[in-house]
């Protein structure tokens, strides 16, 4: 969800609908914890979803 607020900040920042690559590489790069953050959201799913993780990716 706060990647999605991020994208849309990035957009209505420039107004022209689209996003460049640059804009990409300020979004990945503005935050360090995305990957720990997607990390966790993932292990969330999981454990809402599969009683173990062999259940889950086997």
């Known amino acids: 969800?706060?990647?999605l607020q991020k994208l849309m900040k990035v957009m209505d920042s420039y107004k022209?609908?689209?996003i460049t690559y640059?804009?990409?590489i300020k979004l990945i790069?503005?935050?360090k914890d995305w990957i720990s953050?997607?990390?966790q959201q993932i292990g969330i799913v999981l454990s809402k979803n599969y009683s173990?993780?062999?259940?889950a990716f086997y």
């Open 16 to 18: 022209n609908g689209r």
């Open 37 to 39: 953050e997607a990390k």
């Open 52 to 55: 173990s993780l062999n259940d």
């Open 22 to 24: 640059i804009d990409w």
């Open 1 to 3: 969800m706060v990647r």
């Open 29 to 31: 790069n503005g935050s």
